[in-house]
């Protein structure tokens, strides 16, 4: 079991930066993988950014490339989220997602799902 404890949401203006962080306590692996997500209100809960729990190649959807980089301690067992020149249309509850894969063939495997309790950003005009 994995247990995520996020925090460093808040209302910040527009253009301004926040770093989101995701502690991850209890079992983790290096097959592992570790996301942020998004719900904004009356929408549906979007993939954000996301990476190999082992670090290496990191992931982000087209509305924040170049603005939101993804990152990990492996000494802290934490992710971060760092976002920069927010928008008004990045406002919605930041969600940590904590997948576990465990390998049973090299050809099936089998994922299972931890979410944070979620932490609000607010981005004002």
């Known amino acids: 079991q994995v247990q995520l404890v996020e925090s ?3 209302l910040v203006q527009a253009g301004g ?3 989101l ?7 983790t692996s290096s097959n ?3 996301g942020w997500y998004r719900q904004a209100p009356g929408k549906e ?3 954000v950014a996301g990476m190999p729990w082992s670090g290496g190649r990191t992931y982000y ?6 603005r939101f980089t993804i990152s990990r301690d492996n000494t802290k067992n934490t992710v971060y989220l760092q976002m920069q020149v927010l928008k008004l249309e990045d406002t919605a509850v930041y969600y940590c997602r ?3 894969v465990t390998v049973h063939s090299s050809t ?3 994922e299972y799902d931890y979410w944070g309790q979620g932490t609000q950003v607010t981005v004002s005009s």
């Open 8 to 10: 460093g949401g808040g």
């Open 17 to 19: 930066s926040l770093r």
């Open 21 to 27: 962080s995701c502690a991850a306590n209890g079992r």
């Open 32 to 34: 592992d993988a570790v």
């Open 45 to 47: 809960r979007e993939f």
């Open 61 to 66: 959807a087209d509305s924040v490339k170049g």
């Open 98 to 100: 904590y997948t576990i």
């Open 108 to 110: 099936k495997t089998s």
